[in-house]
């Protein structure tokens, strides 16, 4: 859930000061804190992409009981998995894998201004291979509400008229 840190700034040209809030199980184990510090990539990569500084994470006991909180700072979240944690990942890796992926999947689907398609994208379990196929040549797939095509249509007429014009 994405919400506001302090208060939304008066100038809309400076950029709002976001929070982002996620939960957790507590953990008890070394086999608990690994999966926490994998989760911590989750929300990391999530927050990181969006530009929101500030995580809060609420951690709940086995019956769902919040236990308590810790304040996270986006950025640090990586260097606090190297330093403390078991290294399980590495956020240069992760933002290297990500670029990567998806300067393949443009080249693939391409950029979405001419009608692409229906794509599907899939890792099976256990393997390192992404596949990216072609589900249906024209359309949305049903994703996508007839209003918001049209809004789009709209606003690549305008974009066609103001270059033109």
């Keep these: 859930t994405l919400a506001v840190w302090d208060t939304k700034p008066a100038d809309p040209t400076q950029p709002t000061n976001w929070v982002e809030l996620k939960t957790a199980a507590a953990s008890l184990t070394p086999a608990d804190a690994l999966k926490h510090e994998r989760k911590l990539l989750k929300f990391w990569i999530q927050s990181f992409l969006l530009?929101?500084?500030?995580?809060?994470?609420?951690?709940?006991?086995?019956?769902?009981?919040?236990?308590?909180?810790?304040?996270?700072?986006?950025?640090?979240?990586?260097?606090?998995?190297?330093?403390?944690?078991?290294?399980?990942?590495?956020?240069?890796?992760?933002?290297?894998?990500?670029?990567?992926?998806?300067?393949?999947?443009?080249?693939?689907?391409?950029?979405?201004?001419?009608?692409?398609?229906?794509?599907?994208?899939?890792?099976?379990?256990?393997?390192?291979?992404?596949?990216?196929?072609?589900?249906?040549?024209?359309?949305t797939g049903g994703i996508l509400s007839r209003e918001f095509v049209a809004w789009r249509e709209e606003l690549r007429g305008r974009e066609g008229a103001e270059m033109q014009g």
């Design 51 to 139: 530009g929101v500084p500030h995580i809060v994470v609420g951690f709940r006991s086995a019956s769902g009981i919040l236990t308590h909180l810790e304040e996270l700072d986006t950025r640090s979240i990586p260097g606090h998995v190297k330093r403390k944690g078991k290294a399980s990942w590495d956020g240069n890796v992760c933002i290297n894998f990500a670029a990567g992926f998806l300067d393949v999947l443009r080249k693939t689907v391409g950029t979405g201004t001419e009608e692409g398609g229906v794509w599907r994208i899939r890792r099976r379990q256990r393997s390192p291979v992404i596949e990216i196929w072609k589900v249906e040549e024209a359309g």
